[in-house]
């Protein structure tokens, strides 16, 4: 008896969008591993896709996982091998790739900032943002987004980390100069209180 073919859900399922993500940064983001490497590019991707899913550290990660990669092996790659402003670059261009087919001409569009508190050594504070005080500490961890709403779904279109010396109104400045190269009309733009 011969099996029929498997009809496809209509449903993404994690394997799958583990593949695409994975599939999708190993086809944009150069990364060269010596030959004698204990891990390659996509076990590298795997753990970077894994932790921003599950909203922790790729340390975090690494450490619960059977079987992800040494940390400290993922580390070491991820500080020598990748150039954050291409990285950045390279990480919108993926974001905004396909959502904008899907997106009306007319959308709101939302701007937030992130501080994740760093409670490490305070000698080693670089690349961090410093804020007023919150948390316990005046050292964070910083991104901002750029989102399209549409229906009430988020449709993220930008991501900026933030170090030193970036205000929130050049970040702001850098998003509508994003927007204004897009091919979307802007109804009305949202901003987190940090962003005043």
């Known amino acids: 008896m011969?099996?029929?073919?498997?009809?496809?859900?209509?449903?993404?399922?994690?394997d799958q969008l583990l593949n695409f993500l994975v599939n999708s940064l190993d086809e944009e983001v150069a990364l060269s591993l010596a030959e004698n490497a204990e891990l390659d590019a996509e076990d590298i991707y795997e753990v970077l896709v894994g932790a921003c899913a599950d909203g922790t550290s790729v340390s975090t990660l690494c450490e619960r996982s059977e079987d992800a990669p040494h940390e400290n092996s993922v580390l070491y790659h991820l500080r020598t091998k990748f150039d954050l402003e291409t990285l950045e670059q390279v990480g919108n261009m993926l974001?905004?790739?396909?959502v904008l087919d899907v997106l009306p001409q007319q959308v709101e569009v939302c701007a937030d900032l992130h501080l994740r508190p760093y409670y490490g050594d305070e000698d080693d504070t670089d690349g961090l943002y410093h804020s007023q005080a919150k948390r316990g500490t005046t050292a964070f961890h910083a991104y901002a987004t750029l989102y399209a709403r549409v229906k009430n779904k988020r449709y993220t279109l930008a991501v900026r980390r933030l170090e030193d010396g970036d205000t929130a109104s050049s970040v702001l400045a850098e998003f509508l100069g994003i927007l204004?190269?897009?091919d979307l009309g802007v109804k009305a733009v949202y901003l987190d209180r940090e962003f005043y």
């Not at 099996?3 to 994690?14: F, L, W």
């Not at 974001?95 to 396909?98: A, F, G, P, S, Y």
């Open 95 to 98: 974001l905004q790739k396909d």
């Open 180 to 182: 204004d190269g897009l």
């Open 2 to 14: 011969s099996k029929q073919p498997q009809q496809a859900d209509d449903e993404i399922h994690e």
